[in-house]
């Protein structure tokens, strides 16, 4: 079963995204996910100008051996851009794979070890009541698990805030500085923070009560010991996680936030390989592993990590954005429902452009997802509808501090 032909499809539909389509002799189409948020054409020619000529004639079940053929194979190992280019490869041959074995891919990782992968919706507020009003839209579409972000007073926009106060509508859909030529720049000050979120989770649970599992995100923004004085004054509140505490590259600042904190902390997201976590997981410094199966080599490189992980307790925490395609998203459901170190899925929702372009099975039911039972992924690329959003240059947001210091995020 050779590949005989590699697409690599650009387009817009809400936002950017990269998909690799491959097509064998036998005449199976398997699809792959490569969107690397506002560097998307990056990974467009690595997948294009490198990697497609090494793929015509290869045999498509050989997934491990091309998983390391494109990582040890190209000399420069890791890195986002890389990463996201074998992800989108090995992904497009699970599906193939999975489709002819005539099962749905989550069949050939172990088949399913639960009925559903529970998930955690993003809502978010300017101020608390409009977060009130976001997290009852959210319970409304059934979330049993909320991640909660606001804005912090004194201080404008801040990333992972919806900015529209239309109830139903909240929703911050990581689009790259709303489309303007260059970045957006925000404003951030961590002591103005670090005073306002408690409030904000007291607030929350005196609303919504005990069993209403709540998330935060941190955005690498604090020193550890900033990190570490939030996780303690989160500890009466009761999160599922912190997470990304700080900046992603030092896994050693994570041992100070966890001797002072019971707060389960959760990194990743920025993570492309099993290196990135050496230290984290062999020290159990996390409680979850939050890479996307799009940024770290696909099933085949996400699942190395997450049985690493498995050995210490450790689960997985998959990021499920809006920059992740459904394609992507899809891959990580199977991985859900096999693996049995599953913690949780985020599942932000993607818009009606980006679901009549990525037409997928499966669904999401009373705050549970299920990659369906289609053979393979359970996804397909609809080009028609895809023609009509052309690739649009975006930027993701820069952060700067009161006094112009530009700060991690
Ligand atoms: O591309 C960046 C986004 O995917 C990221 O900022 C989203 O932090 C994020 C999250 O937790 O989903
Ligand atoms: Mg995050």
Same mark, same amino acid.
């Given at each position: 079963?050779?590949?005989?032909?590699?697409?690599?499809?650009?387009?817009?539909?809400?936002?950017?995204?990269? @998909?690799?389509?491959?097509? @064998?002799?036998?005449?199976?189409?398997?699809?792959?996910?490569?969107?690397?948020?506002?560097?998307?054409?990056?990974?467009?020619?690595?997948?294009?100008?490198?990697?497609?000529?090494?793929?015509?004639?290869?045999?498509?079940?050989?997934?491990?051996?091309?998983?390391?053929?494109?990582?040890?194979?190209?000399?420069?190992?890791?890195?986002?851009?890389?990463?996201?280019?074998?992800?989108?490869?090995?992904?497009?041959?699970?599906?193939?794979?999975?489709?002819?074995? #005539?099962?749905?891919?989550?069949?050939?990782?172990?088949?399913?070890?639960? *009925?559903?992968?529970?998930?955690?919706?993003?809502?978010?507020?300017?101020?608390?009541? &409009?977060? /009130?009003?976001?997290?009852?839209?959210?319970?409304?579409?059934? =979330?049993?698990?909320?991640?909660?972000?606001?804005?912090?007073?004194?201080?404008? @926009?801040?990333?992972?805030?919806?900015?529209?106060?239309?109830?139903? !509508?909240?929703?911050?859909?990581?689009?790259?500085?709303?489309?303007?030529?260059?970045?957006?720049?925000? !404003?951030?000050?961590?002591?103005?923070?670090?005073?306002?979120?408690?409030?904000? /989770? &007291?607030?929350?649970?005196? %609303? /919504?009560?005990?069993?209403?599992?709540?998330?935060?995100?941190?955005?690498?923004?604090?020193?550890?010991?900033?990190?570490?004085?939030?996780?303690?004054?989160?500890?009466?509140?009761?999160?599922?996680?912190?997470?990304?505490?700080?900046?992603?590259? *030092?896994?050693?600042?994570?041992?100070?936030?966890?001797?002072?904190?019971?707060?389960?902390?959760?990194?990743?997201?920025? /993570? *492309?390989?099993?290196?990135?976590?050496?230290?984290?997981?062999? %020290?159990?410094?996390?409680?979850?592993?939050?890479?996307?199966?799009?940024?770290?080599?696909?099933?085949?490189?996400?699942?190395?990590?997450?049985?690493?992980?498995?050995?210490?307790?450790?689960?997985?925490?998959?990021?499920?954005?809006?920059?992740?395609?459904?394609? #992507?998203?899809?891959?990580?459901?199977?991985?859900?429902?096999?693996?049995?170190?599953?913690?949780?899925? &985020?599942?932000?929702?993607?818009?009606?452009?980006? *679901? !009549?372009?990525?037409?997928?099975?499966?669904?999401?039911?009373?705050?549970?997802?299920?990659?369906?039972?289609?053979?393979?992924?359970?996804?397909?690329?609809?080009?028609?509808?895809?023609?009509?959003?052309?690739?649009?240059?975006? =930027?993701?947001?820069?952060?700067?501090?009161?006094?112009?210091?530009?700060?991690?995020?």
């Amino acid at each position: 079963m050779n590949i005989v032909r590699v697409e690599v499809l650009v387009a817009s539909p809400d936002r950017n995204f990269v @998909t690799l389509r491959l097509t @064998t002799d036998d005449g199976l189409v398997g699809l792959g996910d490569g969107t690397l948020n506002g560097r998307e054409l990056a990974v467009a020619s690595y997948l294009q100008d490198h990697v497609a000529p090494l793929l015509l004639n290869r045999d498509a079940h050989r997934i491990e051996d091309t998983w390391q053929y494109l990582y040890r194979g190209a000399y420069w190992r890791r890195g986002p851009v890389t990463m996201a280019a074998i992800a989108a490869v090995d992904v497009a041959l699970w599906d193939i794979k999975a489709q002819a074995a #005539g099962m749905p891919l989550y069949q050939l990782l172990g088949g399913a070890s639960r *009925n559903g992968a529970r998930a955690y919706g993003h809502a978010s507020g300017r101020d608390i009541p &409009e977060l /009130f009003d976001s997290i009852r839209a959210h319970q409304a579409q059934g =979330y049993k698990a909320i991640r909660i972000q606001t804005g912090v007073p004194g201080l404008g @926009t801040v990333y992972g805030v919806a900015s529209s106060p239309t109830v139903g !509508q909240q929703r911050y859909d990581y689009e790259p500085a709303r489309r303007t030529a260059l970045p957006v720049e925000e !404003q951030w000050d961590t002591p103005a923070y670090l005073r306002h979120v408690p409030t904000v /989770f &007291e607030a929350v649970r005196n %609303e /919504f009560g005990p069993e209403l599992t709540l998330l935060h995100d941190g955005h690498h923004r604090m020193t550890p010991i900033q990190a570490a004085k939030l996780g303690k004054s989160l500890e009466p509140y009761d999160l599922f996680w912190l997470e990304d505490c700080t900046p992603g590259e *030092n896994q050693e600042a994570l041992r100070l936030v966890r001797q002072h904190t019971t707060t389960p902390l959760a990194i990743g997201e920025v /993570f *492309n390989s099993v290196w990135d976590y050496q230290t984290l997981i062999s %020290e159990q410094l996390i409680d979850y592993v939050r890479s996307a199966v799009t940024h770290t080599g696909g099933i085949s490189g996400l699942r190395k990590i997450l049985d690493y992980a498995a050995q210490y307790q450790i689960k997985s925490g998959i990021h499920g954005p809006t920059d992740i395609s459904p394609v #992507g998203m899809a891959a990580a459901l199977h991985l859900d429902i096999a693996i049995h170190n599953f913690g949780i899925q &985020e599942y932000m929702r993607h818009g009606d452009a980006t *679901n !009549q372009v990525f037409r997928q099975s499966f669904t999401f039911t009373d705050g549970y997802l299920h990659p369906g039972e289609q053979p393979g992924l359970g996804v397909t690329y609809d080009d028609q509808a895809a023609a009509a959003h052309p690739y649009q240059s975006a =930027y993701l947001p820069v952060n700067r501090l009161l006094d112009g210091t530009v700060h991690d995020w």
